[in-house]
């Protein structure tokens, strides 16, 4: 399994960014797919997932209606559009998946939000 994010980097306070996952090494349209971050100081958390078809996904409050997961199996990519980003949403950012015993994670992709 090799999860590879991209897209990171740098922007002010009510600025989008749109991070990218590439997946391979297993069958990506079998699985749920999640994003998470860590901020400075902080434990990982969730940020949400996204169901194997894409249909359904979840975001955690604080980024509800500003995040959106998609997922394109054709291509075996994961996005997260982040929209009216805000200093709270600086962290490093993770796509993961499972497989019920084992948590993939990829390396993270920075994104800084600030003035």
């Known amino acids: 399994v090799q999860l590879v994010e991209s897209g990171g980097g740098s922007v002010q306070p009510g600025g989008s960014l749109r991070l990218s996952c590439a997946a391979s090494?297993?069958?990506?349209?079998?699985?749920?797919m999640s994003w998470y971050r860590q901020a400075p100081g902080k434990l990982r958390e969730l940020v949400g997932h996204i169901g194997k078809n894409g249909q359904n996904s979840y975001v955690i409050g604080s980024v509800k209606g500003r995040f959106f997961i998609s997922r394109d199996n054709a291509k075996n990519m994961l996005y997260l559009q982040m929209n009216s980003l805000k200093p709270e949403d600086t962290a490093l950012y993770y796509c993961a998946t499972n497989d019920n015993s084992t948590i993939y994670w990829g390396k993270g992709a920075l994104v800084t939000v600030s003035s």
């Open positions: 090494g297993f069958t990506f349209s079998n699985f749920l």
